[in-house]
């Protein structure tokens, strides 16, 4: 198994040196810590919202667009038979994004729309494989990046809309940007660089990094008003 996910780590263990396998090694664990990060930046969204039972500065459409993005991303992958250590983060993702959704669609009484959307996107996704054409796929690919940037968008406009960045969590929009950096090394230094993926893994991390400008600054103001009003 973890040939198959992480061949540069099976192969350090099974020969014990570094060297030999250094640059696969290297790439591994960059994919296992973008992993792990994935987990560790999406739960605290889940915890907060969870324990304020509010969705105030969070866009559902970003949410519904990014997780719709990353079921078709995982269908590329798989269609692909791409690395599974390269696109690993992406089932942990999709799990806390259907949590995530679970929460926003419940806050706001519509939890037959959560259902329906899951089917749909499953429904969807299946019915693609199953018809297995390459330029499909890779369209949908497109389409999948077009809704990650949509989704991105429909978050910043949102954020200067409701002036609610503040109220968004920084870990996990800075963790997306970490990850997609990460992964644009990964992607770009594998043994077989997929240009769809580099480009739109780019578009998207940029996109990230302003939400973070955004938060950054939102916390900033929110902290200078609330000096002002002690005052």
């Given at each position: 198994?973890?040939?198959?996910?992480?061949?540069?780590?099976?192969?350090?263990?099974?020969?014990?040196?570094?060297f030999e396998c250094s640059t696969q090694f290297t790439l591994d664990a960059v994919n296992l810590f973008v992993f792990f990060v994935t987990v560790s930046t999406k739960m605290p969204q889940v915890i907060s919202i969870a324990t304020s039972w509010t969705s105030q500065g969070v866009s559902l459409t970003a949410f519904t667009m990014e997780t719709f993005g990353i079921s078709i991303l995982l269908l590329y992958n798989i269609y692909n038979g791409t690395q599974?250590?390269?696109?690993?983060?992406?089932?942990?993702?999709?799990?806390?994004?259907?949590?995530?959704?679970?929460?926003?669609?419940?806050?706001?009484?519509?939890?037959?729309?959560?259902?329906?959307?899951?089917?749909?996107?499953?429904?969807?996704?299946?019915?693609?494989?199953?018809?297995?054409?390459?330029?499909?796929?890779?369209?949908?690919?497109?389409?999948?990046?077009?809704?990650?940037?949509?989704?991105?968008?429909?978050?910043?406009?949102?954020?200067?809309?409701?002036?609610?960045?503040?109220?968004?969590?920084?870990?996990?929009?800075?963790?997306?940007?970490?990850?997609?950096?990460?992964?644009?090394?990964?992607?770009?230094?594998?043994?077989?660089?997929?240009?769809?993926?580099?480009?739109?893994?780019?578009?998207?991390?940029?996109?990230?990094?302003?939400?973070?400008?955004?938060?950054?600054?939102?916390?900033?103001?929110?902290?200078?008003?609330?000096?002002?009003?002690?005052?």
């Amino acid at each position: 198994m973890m040939e198959t996910v992480y061949p540069g780590l099976a192969c350090a263990l099974q020969k014990l040196s570094f060297f030999e396998c250094s640059t696969q090694f290297t790439l591994d664990a960059v994919n296992l810590f973008v992993f792990f990060v994935t987990v560790s930046t999406k739960m605290p969204q889940v915890i907060s919202i969870a324990t304020s039972w509010t969705s105030q500065g969070v866009s559902l459409t970003a949410f519904t667009m990014e997780t719709f993005g990353i079921s078709i991303l995982l269908l590329y992958n798989i269609y692909n038979g791409t690395q599974l250590g390269l696109y690993a983060e992406s089932f942990a993702s999709i799990a806390m994004n259907i949590v995530l959704l679970f929460l926003l669609f419940s806050i706001s009484q519509k939890r037959v729309m959560f259902a329906l959307y899951c089917t749909g996107v499953v429904a969807f996704n299946i019915a693609a494989y199953v018809i297995g054409n390459e330029n499909l796929i890779t369209t949908l690919q497109a389409g999948a990046s077009l809704l990650f940037y949509a989704g991105s968008i429909a978050q910043i406009r949102e954020n200067i809309k409701e002036g609610t960045a503040h109220l968004l969590s920084l870990s996990l929009f800075g963790g997306y940007a970490v990850m997609g950096t990460l992964r644009e090394i990964t992607f770009v230094f594998t043994d077989k660089p997929d240009m769809v993926l580099i480009i739109a893994n780019a578009i998207g991390t940029t996109l990230c990094f302003i939400v973070v400008g955004q938060i950054i600054a939102g916390k900033m103001k929110h902290a200078r008003n609330a000096k002002k009003k002690e005052a």
